[in-house]
């Protein structure tokens, strides 16, 4: 079975999609469910307790598990000079702590069945854009966990894949900004990024893309 975190929409739930269409046993955690999922533990990945139960709910799950895509994930926009702590606790407990919490959490599962692990980033972790400090910080400290991930699973046949995506058309802008007019010409499509990742997660065993930069390009 393959495991993804927020596959109720976006990037997310085009994998979910692609994974259910290659006849793979989808389990999906997020606060909304997926419709491509088998299972869905329905449940906030914010705090520790809920990232718990979500652990123990995979825990219970006979299947072994394929890989664990860690795609939910919020943004903020936020001028310096108004970042306020509720959110930079917002974006470090959902895109940072519940990556870190699960896989502690799954160890001993991941370990046993030899699971993949995503995390994903974005290319702001791997530069920064004006306003997103805190997202570019938690998307920073994603790489960071991933690399530290490779070393944890040295010798063992874990890969773990730290993918760092450029734009890709969803409604995460208009769930942090409130505004639905984003231009999103140029801007890649979910599912295209989904498909790569897939591509990626099917390789061989013994060939682990450890980082991957997807830029979007302007197609004049
Ligand atoms: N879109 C881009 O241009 C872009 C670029 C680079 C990287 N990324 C990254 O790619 C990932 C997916 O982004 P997307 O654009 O596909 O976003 P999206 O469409 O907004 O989907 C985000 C997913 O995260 C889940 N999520 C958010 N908060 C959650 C919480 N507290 N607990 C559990 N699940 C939660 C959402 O589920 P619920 O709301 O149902 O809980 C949803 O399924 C994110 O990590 C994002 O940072 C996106």
Redo the contacts with the bound molecule.
């Keep these: 079975m393959i495991v993804i ?10 994998l979910a999609r692609l994974y259910q269409e290659a006849g793979k046993k989808v389990v ?7 419709k491509y999922a088998d299972v869905n533990i ?5 705090e520790g307790p ?1 990232i718990k139960k979500a652990a123990d709910a995979v825990t219970a799950l006979d299947d072994e598990i394929e890989a664990i895509v ?6 903020s926009v936020q001028p310096l000079g108004e970042i306020d702590e509720s959110e930079i606790k ?1 974006l470090m ?3 940072v702590k ?1 990556q870190i919490l699960l896989t502690s959490y799954l160890l001993e599962r991941i370990e046993h069945d030899v699971a993949d692990i995503v995390c ?6 791997t530069k920064a854009y004006l306003d997103q400090a805190v ?1 570019g910080a ?2 920073w400290a ?1 790489r960071g966990f991933a690399k530290n991930l490779q070393e944890e699973f040295r010798n063992k046949a874990n890969r773990v894949i730290s993918f ?10 208009e ?1 942090a900004t409130g505004k639905s007019n984003q231009d999103f010409t140029h ?2 499509k ?1 599912e295209d ?1 989904a498909r790569f990742m897939k591509q990626i997660l099917d390789l061989p065993k013994n060939m682990e893309v450890s980082e991957v930069i997807v830029n979007r390009k302007a197609i004049k």
């Excluded at 975190?5 to 085009?14: E, F, H, N, V």
């Excluded at 999906?28 to 997926?34: D, E, K, L, M």
């Excluded at 329905?42 to 914010?46: D, T």
Aim: net charge positive.
């Design positions: 975190t927020g596959a109720s929409d976006g990037l997310g739930l085009q999906n955690i997020s606060r909304r469910p997926c329905e449940l906030s990945l914010r809920d860690y795609c939910a994930g919020v943004l917002r407990s959902t895109n519940s994903v980033s974005s290319t702001v972790g997202y938690s998307k994603v760092c995506p450029g734009g890709f058309e969803s409604k995460i802008f769930k801007w890649m979910a990024v």
